[in-house]
């Protein structure tokens, strides 16, 4: 199985701030990662695909980037509704793998 | 509106068995394949398989095929998990998704509510 290291596994920002959340993965993903967000009590929600592809009617302040085994997101201009967890899956290699997850909070 | 429905979870007893249903609407069903993913109560998520548009292939998780098995009724629009010998490691929410023909989108983007399955004496 691909491992993935998600950090940090929580993550304290002001409103406005810039954060990133990285994915290490233990071989070539070929920038197969997807990112997720979930907040409490809710299921996740896809936010990005493909490594950088923005899903249809998610903010343009989330982003991705990466290749090979190193990949992140970010959130520029954090808002009160970013407030969540957020997960990387990879889906290049079956099984397909999850990070630990990264959960945000306000300071 | 593209919705996922899950149900059939609940308490049940190690080692015994327990099926998941989940209701797709609002999409095409059997154009898509659909997946597994569970959520233990430390937030771990797990991805535990997917089977194919027309059920004609399936995939799982190794760790987990033994026990778990996915199918699905395209007529009924309905996705099915069946687990069985649970044990208290499977207790988690349950959710069903869909995954994108083009996987440059992303997968895994539509998710049910989720169904919460506890295994305990």
């Known amino acids: 199985d691909i491992q993935m290291t998600q950090s940090p596994p929580s993550l304290s920002a002001s409103l406005g701030d810039k954060v990133t959340i990285t994915c290490q993965t233990s071989?070539?993903?070929?920038?197969?990662i997807a990112w997720y967000q979930q907040k409490p009590g809710k299921a996740p929600r896809l936010l990005i695909g493909f490594t950088s592809r923005l899903v249809s009617g998610i903010p343009s302040r989330f982003s991705g980037s990466g290749s090979g085994r190193d990949y992140s997101f970010s959130i520029s201009n954090v808002e009160s509704e970013d407030i969540a967890s957020y997960y990387c899956l990879q889906y290049d290699n079956s099984p397909w793998t999850f990070g630990g997850g990264t959960k945000l909070e306000l300071k | 509106e593209v919705q996922l429905v899950e149900s059939g979870g609940g308490l049940v007893q190690p080692g015994a068995s327990l099926k998941l249903s989940c209701v797709a609407s609002?999409?095409?069903?059997?154009?898509?394949?659909m997946s597994w993913v569970r959520q233990t109560p430390g937030k771990t998520m797990e991805w535990i398989g997917d089977?194919?548009?027309?059920?004609?292939?399936?995939n799982y998780a190794p760790s987990l095929k033994n026990r778990f098995t996915i199918s699905r009724d395209n007529a009924k629009s309905t996705l099915y998990l069946q687990m069985s010998n649970v044990r208290s490691e499977d207790t988690a929410t349950y959710y069903c998704?869909?995954?994108?023909?083009?996987?440059?989108?992303?997968?895994?983007?539509?998710w049910g509510q989720g169904a919460s399955v506890t295994v305990s004496s």
């Open positions: 609002g999409f095409t069903f059997s154009d898509y394949w």
């Open positions: 998704t869909r995954d994108p023909t083009n996987w440059e989108l992303g997968v895994m983007d539509a």
């Open positions: 089977i194919k548009y027309d059920g004609s292939y399936t």
């Open positions: 071989q070539n993903i070929n920038k197969y």
